[in-house]
């Protein structure tokens, strides 16, 4: 047996000790579904799986692997769409799972704020502030899924951001591991605290480059009595962006969501998903889905609605719209949109982006890139939606059928380009709330001045300066 064998052996029979036989996997069959990400995009490889329970084993863990010199990825729900939680190809990183540090810890009412652990699931932690009347607003699809740990890692967004704000908004304090195994306590409730530098703000969106995200305290609001929604044709996407704006000057903050549905997205939706049906009698290029909630129970959203929107229809920003009447209506136009993932996984391979402008270049943005990919291919199709009142766009590229698509993939860098070079000329980002991970880590250096890269450099180095925390991701 090699050095390098013995001191693999090692660091396992140190890890079971930790942490037990039964959560260190190592088999092929038993980490499998470790080592690949949601979208099936990156295949790693790695020395083992290891499941902690407790921030004292994962702190115990990461100290064994730093004492051998050893990589680790941290994981949580694994539904990234960047590869941000899958280990690289080389087989040289632990992946450190935190599903099983799933505790409520403290729920504090009258303070409204929640401590959870890293592997609660968003549904769970958005139940558990329901059960005390209060709510948890991050909301995405994959919610039944996704752990809080990733959420913060990747400072997830969704469909309330409009409102409420992403997840940097919505986090008071963290628990931190850092990358030689010591425990940053950061996990205070408080909305004021000028005692220093903000540290929480360098892990959240850090993607587990500077250490594991372990518990966090979550701000709670309370939780909406009312709710109205409205399917709304519009005649252009330059029309959602005045719609939105004449919604806020007339609900204020009522209005929650507010999301762009492209008629390719909807047709996606309709093809793929049983039970969904188009809302409106004649098919419109471009919908808006509206959601307007108060926590006053006999607050008039309905009327409101119906207000703004005939307003809108004269002046010619709307084109029809139909208002849910129930709860059960309510939820089948938002299932047209949060099955958006599923139906485009359905379909098949395609380009994606998330990238976003200032809400004024929208029209402009997807009215320039439309036409250069025509250009660039003629045949693609393009498959847009977004959290619009964020400036939040999900362009993506399909072909339109399922020939040739090796050689589509195989020229994703040139789209990307054209994607990524427009949303840069008007002010965007090329990453809105997916993250780096993998899939944009070279690109974004393209894009980020040069100090910018070497402040994020700096910081990496100062927590981690062995580059033993998610390696190949963001940097």
Known sequence: MSDADDAAAGLLARLTAIVGAKHVLTGATDIAPFLTDHRGRYHGRALAVA?????????????????????????????GLCGGATPLPDGASLVINLSRLARIRALDAANDTLCVEAGCTLAAVREAAAAVGRLFP?????????????????NAGGVQVLRYGNMRDLTLGLEVVLPDGRVWDGLRALRKDNTGYDLKQLFIGAEGTLGIITAAVLKLFPAPLARATAWVAIPAPAAAVALLARFRAACGDRVTAFELVGRSLLDLVLKHIPRCHDPLPTPAAWSVLVELRDSVADAPLIALLEQTLTAANGAGEVNDAVIAATLAQSESLWALRENANEAQKREGLSIKHDISVPMSRIAEFIARADATLRAWRPDVRFVIFGHIGDGNLHYNLFLPDAEDTAAFAARSREANRIVYDLADELGGAISAEHGLGQLKRDEIRRYKAAVELEVMAAIKHTFDPRGLMNPGKML
Not at 138 to 154: D, H, M, P, W
Request: hydrophobic share 40%.
């Open 138 to 154: 991050l909301s995405l699809a994959a919610e039944g899924s996704c752990e809080i740990g990733g959420n913060l890692s990747t």
């Open 51 to 79: 499941q902690p329970a407790t921030t004292a084993e994962v702190s115990a863990v990461v100290s064994a692997c730093a004492e051998a010199g050893v990589a680790m990825v941290p994981q949580g729900g694994n539904t």
